[in-house]
């Protein structure tokens, strides 16, 4: 039952569920989900629509409380914490659709995101040090978005948003990265750079993916993990998963 | 919704413009009191009149760019800022019947009038201190401040948001209107406040006593006007723009989007409470009617037909509503509540950037 | 009513035996010879019981008595009060009184009315025996007790016995007393139980048990009428909150100027009692033919505003709260100029003034009854409404799923006009009921408008069960919570209580889940 037990010797997991449910009334938006994430892990989290891929990432980021359940991210007990405090543990989210501040530019939005001080009064005396520009005009280069540094966010294309929200995560530096969807309304360049850029991270970070598009999740190379009816299905390499009678079976129909 | 004064999107030829207007509208108005000294057969010669209500648009300026500051930028839409107005303008009533001294119609040494009336024996505790002025002016900025961060603080950690925080504290200025005409309260009921005589030594009602208040009211704005752009050009305002955008967002980057609106709020009750604190020595007179939620709702009316989100929008909403309500009052006294009602309606259906967005470049 | 009393007393007269008619003729002997002569014969009239006393006893009392030389004795429209026949007046003089016997006649005119014809009568006249107790009223009073029927006469007749008899000697008659009072309900009884209690120190327990008793129905009495009276102010606010709960609820469009509906409610009431007013036949009906109308009125504004204002602004509700504001001030501004700033009254129906009395003294007034009453009626109305009918099944369906609803062929922006006008027509509705307790004036909605959003948000909103549940517990705690408070702290103590309240559910009392709800 307890998967902890099971995998026990590795190092200790960075963030960690167990027996996690979510009911919105009456209907069970997770299912006694356990995951365990170890330091540096990227994991891909696949599943059809429904499966509460979503809702997993609710519980972690403290925007949905779960009805029961460990959450554990190091030796903090999520369940307890705010959204603001759980992003300042250092967990960053990229949620489905792409959402920033329309009324910002594109250097503002990746300002805010930038790991400062967050109090009112911090941020009244902020001045922008020569250290933290570099940093910003390099994440610009990374994702793309040097030449539209000062227009404003809402101007930008889906795929544009898609980047300076992958690139406020990057500024957030976040031991974990919670990213969903990332690839979706992007070229099959752009796909495969944000693979390359994710794999790139994981070493350090540790990167949940929750994506759609198989190809992707293969350029990954990582483990997956398979979620229906808001539970695990199966865990694996893609090459298992895909093989999994049972995710055959979810996937292709009954 | 327009750009913001602080941020460096592209400023167009109109905004340098309305900048020097306002320069030039600074400096015109601070010639008023010294044109009121001159002979009154010269062409130059402005009325006490004119002076008064220019002193007291000041005061409605800086209420106008606290609500500003809550709404066109961080979102929180009060409609009880006339309470922190009122509240301050009651404090600043109290330091002012306390001067009145022996003056008062029953001639008593300490009580004001009503209290006399009423058979107070002795000064409830909280009007002690309100005989030193500097304790009146603290009182005018922590009183509406304390209330603020109190409701505040209850409505935004419930994460009561949009029009239900609209209802909240239109319900606070109401329940303080209500409380305020109790005669029991200890002041004054009904009647507050008036038959001021002297503040800080000058006999109200001279052309001294005018200037003195119309400059201080005129220094109020610039320091709110100087304060209310650190705040929007600081990183501080663009947290304030994207929690007005995305609340929910900016939690997940790691903001206390609650400790971030209650400073906004607080300091933006402040500054309303000063305002309210420089209006009263100018008018003469303060009851509970300011605690009126219509009065709290014509102020964000300002606002918005200024142009919310940019300073200069609730400066000139300010000036020019009061305005046209000066003049239509005395032209067609009738009219003034279709107009205000049209304003309403007009601005919100036509006019959503407000007159400032006739001036500036829509952002894309 | 009163002819049948007349009659009634009549063959009262009639029945009387001769003998009586005699001793009352006797009785007047020495009216008129000298003060003491007169104060006697006053005495004598209280003494007797007789009913035909009383117009005599009061002339004597306005100096409108006249007396023959003869002797004979003329009550003012020239009737012989001994004969009631028609008298000659030749020389006739009014009969003089002074101090003494006025008091007498005072004492007099009270015993005989407890026996009067009319029953305000007998009941003023036992509640002046109450007020001036003594021993000899004794009698009177039973005697009185063994003919009068009407309850609350009775009840008042029983104090004043008993109030007599605790001035009286007797042991027994006093402990007696003591019991019955326990029985009563009343402050008065309860005054007179203290009062007594110092004079008779022997039956000091007995009238302790009885005053414990009185307390403890007082304050059963006091619960009922606190109840009544917050249900009746709750009812008040689910009338007016009820159109907030269409169409904030439902749409979750914020409408300032639904106070301003209110009131137009309140002035359409007021415009058919006036066109009422020429047909005498329909002037008692004004007030359930004013429900229709009010309600006509206020849809048909409110369908315009929607299709012509609101619409716009849909998914802006800041932008809409300031609008509506504004089209309310106008509203106001217009019917002020059209009626004129004072207030306006609409009469209640006959059948709705009054109050009813109930067993233990409580006490209802009719018209609060009604609006009760007629909440329950409007909150029926509104569920069957939406529940039950076509249109309640296209306006859920809307509300759900926009998009989908206007694909299966639902004209979304026609049911948008018609929801958000039956949410207006409601608030006509409630100024109908408004109009009965509270004045017609250009500002009457904005009294009710931030209650009655306080209702939505602590009942939740989109919750009709919970708009009822709000609005009724909000009447009654500010009914209970006046005793202590005053109304206006009342008031102040409950808006507090509501922003505590919403830290704990800022969803309200019966949160909705899901789409609606996050909005």
Same mark, same amino acid.
């Given at each position: 039952?307890?998967?902890?037990?099971?995998? &026990?010797?590795?190092?200790?997991? $960075?963030?960690?569920?167990?027996?996690?449910?979510?009911?919105?009334?009456?209907?069970?938006?997770?299912? &006694?989900?356990?995951?365990?994430?170890?330091?540096?892990?990227?994991?891909?989290?696949?599943?059809?629509?429904? &499966?509460?891929?979503?809702?997993?990432?609710?519980?972690?980021?403290?925007?949905?409380?779960?009805?029961?359940?460990?959450?554990?991210?190091?030796?903090?007990?999520?369940?307890?914490?705010?959204?603001?405090?759980?992003?300042?543990?250092?967990?960053?989210?990229?949620?489905?659709?792409?959402?920033?501040?329309?009324?910002?530019?594109?250097?503002?939005?990746?300002?805010?995101?930038?790991?400062?001080?967050?109090?009112?009064?911090?941020?009244?005396?902020?001045? $922008?040090?020569?250290?933290?520009?570099?940093?910003?005009?390099?994440?610009?280069?990374?994702?793309?978005?040097?030449?539209? &540094?000062?227009?404003?966010?809402?101007?930008?294309?889906?795929?544009?948003?898609?980047?300076?929200?992958?690139?406020?995560?990057?500024?957030?530096?976040?031991?974990?990265?919670?990213?969903?969807?990332?690839?979706?309304?992007?070229?099959?360049?752009?796909?495969?750079?944000?693979?390359? $850029?994710?794999?790139?991270?994981?070493?350090?970070?540790?990167?949940?993916?929750?994506?759609?598009? $198989?190809?992707?999740?293969?350029?990954?190379?990582?483990?997956?993990?398979?979620?229906?009816?808001?539970?695990?299905?199966?865990?694996?390499?893609?090459?298992?998963?895909?093989?999994?009678?049972?995710?055959?079976?979810?996937?292709?129909?009954? | 919704?327009?750009?913001?004064?602080?941020?460096?999107?592209?400023?167009?030829?109109?905004?340098?413009?309305?900048?020097?207007?306002?320069?030039?509208?600074?400096?015109?108005?601070?010639?008023?009191?010294?044109?009121?000294?001159?002979?009154?057969?010269?062409?130059?010669?402005?009325?006490?009149?004119?002076?008064?209500?220019?002193?007291?648009?000041?005061?409605?300026?800086?209420?106008?760019?606290?609500?500003?500051?809550?709404?066109?930028?961080?979102?929180?839409?009060?409609?009880?800022?006339?309470?922190?107005?009122?509240?301050?303008?009651?404090?600043?009533?109290?330091?002012?019947?306390?001067?009145?001294?022996?003056?008062?119609?029953?001639?008593?040494?300490?009580?004001?009038?009503?209290?006399?009336?009423?058979?107070?024996?002795?000064?409830?505790?909280?009007?002690?201190?309100?005989?030193?002025?500097?304790?009146?002016?603290?009182?005018?900025?922590?009183?509406?401040?304390?209330?603020?961060?109190?409701?505040?603080?209850?409505?935004?950690?419930?994460?009561?948001?949009?029009?239900?925080?609209?209802?909240?504290?239109?319900?606070?200025?109401?329940?303080?209107?209500?409380?305020?005409?109790?005669?029991?309260?200890?002041?004054?009921?009904?009647?507050?406040?008036?038959?001021?005589?002297?503040?800080?030594?000058?006999?109200?009602?001279?052309?001294?006593?005018?200037?003195?208040?119309?400059?201080?009211?005129?220094?109020?704005?610039?320091?709110?006007?100087?304060?209310?752009?650190?705040?929007?050009?600081?990183?501080?305002?663009?947290?304030?723009?994207?929690?007005?955008?995305?609340?929910?967002?900016?939690?997940?980057?790691?903001?206390?989007?609650?400790?971030?609106?209650?400073?906004?709020?607080?300091?933006?009750?402040?500054?309303?409470?000063?305002?309210?604190?420089?209006?009263?020595?100018?008018?003469?007179?303060?009851?509970?009617?300011?605690?009126?939620?219509?009065?709290?709702?014509?102020?964000?009316?300002?606002?918005?037909?200024?142009?919310?989100?940019?300073?200069?929008?609730?400066?000139?909403?300010?000036?020019?509503?009061?305005?046209?309500?000066?003049?239509?009052?005395?032209?067609?006294?009738?009219?003034?509540?279709?107009?205000?009602?049209?304003?309403?309606?007009?601005?919100?259906?036509?006019?959503?950037?407000?007159?400032?967005?006739?001036?500036?470049?829509?952002?894309? | 009513?009163?002819?049948?009393?007349?009659?009634?007393?009549? %063959?009262?007269?009639?029945?009387?035996?001769?003998?009586?008619?005699?001793?009352?003729?006797?009785?007047?002997?020495?009216?008129?010879?000298?003060?003491?002569?007169?104060?006697?014969?006053?005495?004598?009239?209280?003494?007797?019981?007789?009913?035909?006393?009383?117009?005599?006893?009061?002339?004597?009392?306005?100096?409108?008595?006249?007396?023959?030389?003869?002797?004979?004795?003329?009550? /003012?429209?020239?009737?012989?009060?001994?004969?009631?026949? /028609?008298?000659?007046?030749?020389?006739?003089?009014?009969?003089?009184?002074?101090?003494?016997?006025?008091?007498?006649?005072?004492?007099?005119?009270?015993?005989?009315?407890?026996?009067?014809?009319?029953?305000?009568?007998?009941?003023?006249?036992?509640?002046?025996?109450?007020?001036?107790?003594?021993?000899?009223?004794?009698?009177?009073?039973?005697?009185?007790?063994?003919?009068?029927?009407?309850?609350?006469?009775?009840?008042?007749?029983?104090?004043?016995?008993?109030?007599?008899?605790?001035?009286?000697?007797?042991?027994?008659?006093?402990?007696?007393?003591?019991?019955?009072?326990?029985?009563?309900?009343?402050?008065?009884?309860?005054?007179?139980?203290?009062?007594?209690?110092?004079?008779?120190?022997?039956?000091?327990? !007995?009238?302790?048990?009885?005053?414990?008793?009185?307390?403890?129905?007082?304050?059963?009495?006091?619960?009922?009428?606190?109840?009544?009276?917050?249900?009746?102010?709750?009812?008040?606010?689910?009338?007016?909150?009820?159109? =907030?709960?269409?169409?904030?609820?439902?749409?979750?469009?914020?409408?300032?100027?639904?106070?301003?509906?209110?009131?137009?409610?309140?002035?359409?009431?007021?415009?058919?009692?006036?066109?009422?007013?020429?047909?005498?036949?329909?002037?008692?009906?004004?007030?359930?033919?004013?429900?229709?109308?009010?309600?006509?009125?206020?849809?048909?504004?409110?369908?315009?505003?929607?299709?012509?204002?609101?619409?716009? =602004?849909?998914?802006?509700?800041?932008?809409?709260?300031?609008?509506?504001?504004?089209?309310?001030?106008?509203?106001?501004?217009?019917?002020?100029?059209?009626?004129? %700033?004072?207030?306006?009254?609409?009469?209640?129906?006959?059948?709705?003034?009054?109050?009813?009395?109930?067993?233990?003294?409580?006490?209802?007034?009719?018209?609060?009854?009604?609006?009760?009453?007629?909440?329950?009626?409007?909150?029926?109305?509104?569920?069957?409404?939406?529940?039950?009918?076509?249109?309640?099944?296209?306006?859920?369906?809307?509300?759900?799923?926009?998009?989908?609803?206007?694909?299966?062929?639902?004209?979304?922006?026609?049911?948008?006009?018609?929801?958000?006008?039956?949410?207006?027509?409601?608030?006509?509705?409630?100024?109908?009921?408004?109009?009965?307790?509270?004045?017609?004036?250009?500002?009457?909605?904005?009294?009710?408008?931030?209650?009655?959003?306080?209702?939505?948000?602590?009942?939740?909103?989109?919750?009709?069960?919970?708009?009822?549940?709000?609005?009724?517990?909000?009447?009654?705690?500010?009914?209970?919570?006046?005793?202590?408070?005053?109304?206006?702290?009342?008031?102040?103590?409950?808006?507090?209580?509501?922003?505590?309240?919403?830290?704990?559910?800022?969803?309200?009392?019966? %949160?909705?889940?899901?789409?609606? !709800?996050?909005?």
């Amino acid at each position: 039952m307890n998967a902890a037990q099971l995998t &026990a010797p590795a190092p200790d997991p $960075l963030l960690y569920l167990d027996g996690v449910s979510v009911v919105f009334d009456g209907f069970k938006a997770l299912n &006694a989900l356990s995951l365990i994430i170890d330091p540096g892990e990227l994991r891909a989290i696949i599943g059809p629509n429904g &499966a509460g891929k979503t809702t997993m990432m609710d519980v972690i980021t403290g925007k949905t409380r779960p009805t029961e359940g460990v959450v554990r991210f190091r030796d903090h007990d999520l369940t307890k914490l705010d959204e603001a405090s759980i992003a300042n543990l250092g967990i960053g989210r990229k949620f489905q659709k792409p959402t920033m501040f329309d009324k910002l530019t594109v250097f503002e939005n990746l300002e805010l995101a930038l790991k400062a001080p967050r109090g009112p009064l911090a941020c009244l005396r902020w001045v $922008l040090g020569g250290g933290d520009r570099a940093r910003i005009e390099q994440t610009l280069e990374e994702v793309g978005l040097a030449s539209r &540094a000062h227009d404003l966010a809402g101007v930008l294309s889906h795929g544009q948003r898609q980047w300076l929200e992958i690139g406020m995560l990057l500024m957030q530096d976040p031991e974990l990265l919670l990213v969903d969807e990332p690839v979706a309304g992007m070229t099959d360049q752009e796909t495969e750079h944000t693979a390359a $850029l994710l794999v790139r991270i994981a070493g350090r970070r540790s990167v949940v993916v929750v994506e759609h598009d $198989l190809e992707f999740v293969r350029a990954l190379g990582s483990k997956v993990t398979v979620l229906c009816e808001g539970s695990m299905l199966s865990e694996g390499s893609i090459d298992h998963v895909q093989n999994d009678p049972r995710v055959i079976e979810v996937y292709l129909g009954r | 919704m327009s750009a913001t004064l602080a941020s460096p999107a592209p400023s167009g030829f109109g905004r340098m413009t309305l900048r020097l207007v306002l320069i030039g509208a600074v400096l015109i108005l601070a010639l008023l009191p010294v044109l009121n000294q001159m002979p009154t057969d010269s062409a130059l010669h402005v009325s006490d009149f004119v002076v008064t209500v220019c002193g007291k648009w000041i005061t409605y300026a800086v209420l106008a760019l606290a609500i500003d500051l809550a709404w066109g930028y961080a979102g929180i839409l009060s409609l009880g800022h006339g309470a922190f107005f009122a509240l301050g303008g009651y404090a600043m009533g109290m330091h002012l019947m306390r001067l009145i001294g022996p003056r008062g119609v029953y001639g008593h040494p300490v009580l004001p009038d009503f209290m006399v009336f009423l058979g107070y024996q002795e000064l409830p505790w909280y009007w002690l201190g309100f005989d030193h002025f500097p304790f009146a002016i603290l009182m005018a900025m922590a009183v509406p401040g304390l209330l603020a961060l109190v409701v505040g603080y209850l409505a935004f950690r419930s994460r009561i948001t949009g029009v239900y925080l609209s209802i909240i504290t239109q319900a606070m200025t109401y329940a303080l209107m209500l409380a305020f005409f109790r005669n029991d309260m200890g002041f004054g009921g009904n009647n507050g406040f008036t038959d001021f005589k002297e503040l800080l030594g000058m006999p109200l009602n001279t052309p001294n006593a005018r200037s003195v208040l119309f400059y201080a009211s005129l220094a109020l704005l610039l320091g709110a006007l100087w304060l209310c752009s650190a705040v929007t050009r600081s990183k501080l305002g663009r947290v304030l723009v994207a929690i007005r955008d995305a609340e929910s967002r900016v939690r997940f980057l790691g903001y206390d989007v609650t400790q971030h609106k209650l400073f906004v709020f607080v300091l933006s009750a402040v500054l309303a409470g000063l305002a309210g604190a420089l209006y009263v020595p100018q008018v003469g007179i303060i009851n509970p009617g300011e605690f009126s939620p219509a009065n709290s709702i014509e102020a964000v009316i300002w606002v918005a037909v200024g142009g919310r989100g940019t300073l200069l929008g609730a400066l000139l909403g300010a000036f020019s509503v009061n305005a046209l309500k000066t003049w239509l009052t005395t032209v067609a006294p009738d009219l003034w509540l279709f107009a205000l009602g049209g304003l309403f309606v007009a601005v919100t259906l036509f006019l959503p950037r407000g007159l400032i967005g006739l001036f500036t470049k829509a952002p894309k | 009513m009163k002819r049948h009393l007349l009659g009634l007393c009549l %063959a009262l007269l009639l029945a009387l035996p001769a003998a009586a008619q005699d001793r009352f003729a006797s009785a007047l002997a020495g009216l008129g010879e000298g003060f003491g002569q007169t104060a006697e014969v006053a005495e004598r009239l209280g003494a007797l019981g007789d009913p035909r006393a009383i117009p005599l006893l009061r002339a004597l009392q306005d100096g409108t008595l006249r007396r023959t030389p003869a002797g004979a004795v003329l009550l /003012p429209n020239g009737t012989d009060a001994a004969t009631g026949q /028609p008298a000659d007046a030749t020389g006739a003089e009014p009969v003089r009184i002074n101090n003494r016997v006025r008091q007498v006649l005072r004492g007099a005119l009270g015993r005989l009315q407890l026996i009067s014809p009319d029953p305000a009568e007998r009941l003023a006249a036992a509640e002046a025996v109450f007020r001036s107790p003594a021993p000899e009223n004794v009698p009177l009073l039973q005697s009185a007790l063994t003919q009068e029927r009407e309850a609350r006469i009775r009840a008042q007749l029983e104090l004043a016995l008993a109030a007599s008899q605790l001035r009286a000697d007797d042991a027994a008659a006093k402990r007696d007393a003591v019991a019955r009072l326990g029985t009563a309900a009343t402050t008065e009884a309860r005054a007179l139980l203290i009062e007594a209690r110092a004079a008779n120190p022997e039956i000091a327990t !007995a009238i302790d048990v009885s005053i414990a008793a009185i307390e403890q129905r007082l304050a059963l009495r006091r619960v009922v009428e606190t109840l009544f009276q917050g249900l009746s102010l709750g009812s008040v606010l689910l009338l007016a909150a009820l159109g =907030l709960a269409v169409t904030f609820g439902v749409m979750g469009v914020i409408n300032m100027a639904h106070g301003e509906f209110v009131m137009l409610g309140a002035y359409a009431t007021f415009v058919v009692q006036e066109l009422c007013r020429g047909i005498p036949w329909l002037a008692p009906w004004s007030l359930p033919l004013a429900v229709p109308a009010a309600f006509l009125v206020t849809a048909l504004a409110g369908a315009v505003l929607e299709r012509g204002l609101i619409r716009h =602004l849909y998914g802006r509700p800041l932008e809409t709260l300031l609008m509506t504001f504004g089209v309310g001030m106008i509203l106001q501004q217009a019917v002020r100029l059209a009626f004129g %700033a004072q207030n306006r009254e609409v009469v209640s129906p006959s059948w709705m003034q009054g109050t009813l009395m109930f067993p233990g003294g409580i006490a209802m007034t009719q018209n609060r009854l009604w609006i009760i009453v007629f909440g329950i009626f409007v909150l029926l109305l509104v569920v069957a409404a939406i529940r039950f009918t076509r249109f309640g099944l296209e306006m859920r369906a809307v509300v759900q799923n926009r998009r989908i609803a206007a694909t299966m062929g639902i004209r979304t922006g026609r049911v948008d006009a018609m929801t958000f006008a039956f949410g207006s027509g409601l608030a006509g509705l409630a100024g109908v009921a408004l109009s009965q307790i509270d004045n017609v004036s250009p500002n009457l909605g904005t009294g009710y408008i931030i209650d009655s959003f306080m209702v939505v948000v602590f009942g939740g909103v989109g919750s009709l069960a919970g708009t009822l549940v709000g609005a009724l517990t909000l009447g009654v705690v500010n009914k209970v919570l006046e005793p202590y408070a005053g109304a206006v702290l009342a008031k102040v103590c409950v808006l507090v209580a509501i922003m505590l309240f919403i830290q704990r559910r800022p969803k309200g009392l019966f %949160a909705l889940k899901g789409r609606a !709800a996050e909005s």
